[in-house]
């Protein structure tokens, strides 16, 4: 379904207030326009948001850990892309921060991997990094972890194309 709007503006008269509804979903959004012909709202992709002063907002989802994974990373110089995290993560745990590996080496010697990037804990706890979660099971201090730990055994998370 598409939505279009029009907006016409009088020529006798100094402001226009005009509306547009932009569907997303079932969702719809309408935005006030002051004194515009024509606008054109291409949505903006989730991304954190800041004022100045005040904390990042990320969404409580596999998106909103990445990015601001993401962000802890820069702050530490550790290197590694969304693209690179998000293809590990699918690859280790479907995007579940409760998963646990109950059958592998690790897990018969005491230590199953968990989390989203099914870091063990003793390599959870040697690459944590500051200002996370000390809980492994916590998405955003697993995939920073499990991104500091692939940045000095392979130079990146994106150098990992199988399990590390």
């Keep these: 379904m598409r939505f279009t709007a029009t907006c016409r503006r009088r020529t006798y008269a100094s402001l226009t207030r005009g509306?547009?509804?932009v569907g997303a979903g079932a969702a719809v959004l309408l935005l006030p326009l002051f004194g515009a012909r024509a606008a054109s709202a291409t949505p903006a992709p989730p991304t954190a948001t800041a004022s100045a002063g005040q904390p990042s907002a990320y969404t409580n989802d596999l998106d909103g850990w990445i990015k601001q994974s993401l962000a802890v990373m820069?702050?530490?110089?550790?290197?590694?892309?969304?693209e690179g995290i998000h293809r590990n993560i699918m690859r280790e745990s479907s995007g579940n921060p409760l998963a646990v590996n109950g059958w592998d080496s690790n897990a018969?010697?005491?230590?199953?991997s968990k989390g989203l990037l099914q870091i063990i804990?003793?390599?959870f706890l040697a690459?944590?990094?500051p200002g996370t979660s000390?809980?492994?099971?916590?998405p955003v201090a697993n995939i920073t972890a499990a991104c500091n730990y692939a940045a000095d055994r392979y130079g990146s998370i994106d150098n990992v194309d199988g399990a590390y």
């Design 19 to 21: 509306f547009i509804a």
């Design 127 to 129: 690459y944590h990094v």
């Design 74 to 82: 820069a702050e530490h110089s550790i290197p590694g892309s969304y």
């Design 108 to 112: 018969a010697a005491g230590t199953p």
């Design 134 to 138: 000390t809980d492994s099971f916590d």
């Design 121 to 123: 804990d003793p390599t």
